[in-house]
């Protein structure tokens, strides 16, 4: 069993960042990939990014390439989501999974956190 708690999350203004962090406990989290989602209000919940369990891998959304990072700290079983530029359609409860294999898609993730909510105002 492996649990997740996100944080970092918050009111910010167009252009401005927060970095989420998502810690882990229970059994390593190493061996995971991981994940970051969103969901927005009246949305379905969407990828944003993904990290190998080495972290030497990264994928991203098309919306989000080039303004959020996603990177881990394997000896503070620990993830992160850097995002710089944030814009209002950004504005959403974010939430961090892990996962056995390297995957987009919501369903393939086993662990989820309770989410962290990003505001973003115009």
């Known amino acids: 069993q492996v649990q997740l708690v996100e944080s970092g999350g918050g009111v910010v203004e167009a252009g401005g960042a927060l970095r989420l962090s998502c810690a882990a406990s229970?059994?390593?989290?190493?061996?995971?990939?991981m994940g970051w989602f969103r969901q927005g209000p009246g949305k379905e919940r969407e990828f944003v990014a993904r990290?190998?369990?080495?972290?030497?891998?990264?994928n991203y959304a098309d919306f989000v390439k080039g303004r959020f990072t996603i990177s881990r700290d394997n000896a503070k079983d620990t993830v992160y989501l850097q995002m710089n530029s944030l814009q209002p359609e950004d504005t959403a409860v974010y939430y961090c999974?892990?996962?056995?294999?390297?995957?987009?898609?919501?369903?393939?993730?086993?662990?989820w956190g309770q989410g962290t909510q990003v505001t973003v105002s115009s």
């Open positions: 229970g059994r390593t989290v190493s061996s995971y990939a």
């Open positions: 999974a892990a996962t056995t294999r390297l995957e987009e898609r919501p369903e393939k993730y086993v662990y």
């Open positions: 990290v190998s369990s080495t972290g030497s891998r990264t």
